[in-house]
């Protein structure tokens, strides 16, 4: 089945300055990658995501870009802010198993600092 | 417009006991997802209704865990003679269809003591 490895772990970046956390995918039939961020306490929350037919994506701050020949995929955050401190899960689906259900990374840590 | 609600929000219960979850999707939303995410992890998928029916049930780790979903919108996680192990958030997400982005509810905190 789908396998997703996230790194790094943790990630700790001075507010202002740009914060990348990568995702590599086993399954070559995936073909759908959102981002979550996390915040304490509670549910995963979308704030982006790209399908296979195209390379990248932006939404003001935050931008996906997708490898499908190395099978992997990025989230860049520019001009991070105290507020984006959070955990961020990439997952993956649309694989194999076609049902919609997402595989996820282990999760990036990220804090920025004031 | 309202979002994913999950209730309760926490639940303690003791070893053996039975408990269920509740999640309201989004109104119109077909798909309803359940996950459960242990500390420090990633949500693990569990079940997928499309509709009324369970589409893929590949995630319930055993048969002590079972969904349902009778009317295609709200749905109910139960979870038979829990074990300590369970303990963990357990998630509901929903989306408009198959493969169409999933929004997440906040969550149901289970302990089993």
């Known amino acids: 089945g789908e396998n997703v490895e996230q790194h790094p772990s943790t990630l700790s970046v001075q507010e202002g300055d740009s914060a990348v956390i990568k995702c590599t995918y086993s399954?070559?039939?995936?073909?759908?990658f959102p981002w979550y961020k996390q915040e304490l306490g509670k549910g995963p929350q979308l704030i982006i995501d790209?399908?296979?037919?195209?390379g990248e994506k932006k939404d003001q701050r935050i931008a996906v870009t997708l490898n499908k020949t190395a099978k992997h995929f990025s989230l860049h955050i520019t001009e991070t802010q105290p507020e984006d401190s959070a955990v961020y899960f990439c997952?993956?689906?649309?694989?194999?198993?076609?049902?919609?259900?997402?595989?996820f990374g282990q999760g990036t840590t990220l804090q920025v600092k004031p | 417009g309202a979002g994913v609600s999950q209730t309760p929000s926490n639940k303690v219960t003791e070893k053996g006991k039975y408990v269920e979850l509740r999640c309201d999707p989004i109104?119109?939303?077909?798909?309803l997802y359940w996950y459960r995410q242990s500390l420090g992890q990633g949500p693990e998928f569990l079940i997928y209704f499309q509709g009324t029916g369970a589409a893929d049930d590949s995630g319930l780790p055993n048969d002590r865990f079972f969904a349902v979903r009778p009317e295609g919108s709200v749905s109910t996680l139960k979870i038979q003679r829990t074990e300590r192990g369970d303990s963990a958030v357990y998630l509901c997400a929903s989306s408009r269809g198959q493969g169409e982005a999933q929004y997440f509810g906040p969550g149901t905190r289970l302990l089993v003591l």
């Open positions: 109104s119109g939303h077909t798909a």
């Open positions: 790209i399908r296979s037919n195209v």
């Open positions: 399954d070559s039939a995936s073909n759908y």
């Open positions: 997952a993956a689906s649309g694989g194999s198993s076609n049902t919609g259900k997402l595989i």
